[in-house]
Nanobody, 129 residues
Framework: VQLQASGGGSVQPGESLRLSCVAS????????TGWFRQAPGKEREMVAA????????WYPDSIKGRFTISRDDAATTVYLQMSSLKPEDTAVYYC???????????????????????WGQGTQVTVSS
């Protein structure tokens, strides 16, 4: 499986972007997936995660209500819809995937960092006026 992230760009505060992460290969339905970001000089953080059955999601408090993660197993794609973007959302965004054995299990940030089976290459998001 390979992950290809896309959809980044430069936008003004308050605008929206949708990131896509396309997985090639088999077994996408066995993967829990997450979106992460890393700004210059800062540690990588998880901004959203979704279980392999798409039922369970997670967001940090700083993101809740602004970002939405979703997945389309037919398209082997996970999306991150970002709205009301702020300058502090500027970062390189990555997707990652982890095989899980339970449909609604949601891996933790540490689990993704230490055990993710696949990482995408990153897509730049810049929010500036």
């Amino acid at each position: 499986v390979q992950l290809q992230a896309s959809g980044g760009g430069s936008v003004q505060p308050g605008e929206s972007l949708r990131l896509s992460c396309v997985a090639s290969g088999r077994s996408f339905s066995d993967l829990s997936t997450g979106w992460f970001r890393q700004a210059p000089g800062k540690e990588r953080e998880m901004v959203a995660a979704i279980s392999r059955n798409g039922v369970t999601t997670w967001y940090p408090d700083s993101i809740k209500g602004r970002f939405t993660i979703s997945r389309d197993d037919a398209a082997t794609t996970v999306y991150l819809q970002m709205s009301s973007l702020k300058p502090e959302d500027t970062a390189v965004y990555y997707c990652a995937a982890l095989f899980t054995h339970e449909d609604d299990l949601l891996p933790t940030f540490d689990s993704f960092l230490t055990s993710a089976d696949y990482w995408g290459q990153g897509t730049q998001v810049t929010v500036s006026s």
